[in-house]
């Protein structure tokens, strides 16, 4: 399964930018979709999940009233919309596919190669 995740790009701080993350195939109700960051130094970080039945969400609590997922399904497509970005946004963000509801790396089998999100200040 090849997962594409893109969007990302140079942004000032307070800015916005939205991600895309699609896969070919189709997409079951099963599936939960999520997005992780990681930046330079540190370990790649849970930010946000969709499950792709009932579109129901969780944030990482970093992010929450920030970041926005949502699903097109006619597109097998996730969106991670990033709002009020922050320096410490600045990572590079994968998108990921599981079958369980979980904030782990090692509950999510699937990966698309990542995408740039840099925040000047």
């Known amino acids: 399964v090849q997962l594409q995740a893109y969007g990302g790009g140079l942004v000032q701080a307070g800015g916005s930018l939205r991600l895309s993350c699609t896969a070919p195939?189709?997409?079951?109700?099963?599936?939960?979709m999520g997005w992780f960051r990681q930046a330079p130094g540190k370990e790649r970080e849970f930010v946000s999940r969709?499950?792709?039945?009932?579109?129901?969400?969780y944030y990482a609590d970093s992010v929450k009233g920030r970041f926005t997922i949502s699903k097109d399904g006619a597109k097998n497509t996730v969106y991670l919309q990033m709002n009020s970005l922050k320096p410490e946004d600045m990572a590079v963000y994968y998108c990921?596919?599981?079958?369980?509801?979980?904030?782990?790396?090692?509950?999510?089998?699937?990966w698309g190669q990542g995408t740039q999100v840099t925040v000047s200040s």
């Open positions: 969709i499950r792709w039945s009932s579109s129901s969400t």
């Open positions: 195939g189709r997409f079951f109700s099963s599936y939960v």
């Open positions: 990921a596919r599981s079958l369980t509801w979980g904030s782990r790396e090692t509950d999510y089998p699937y």
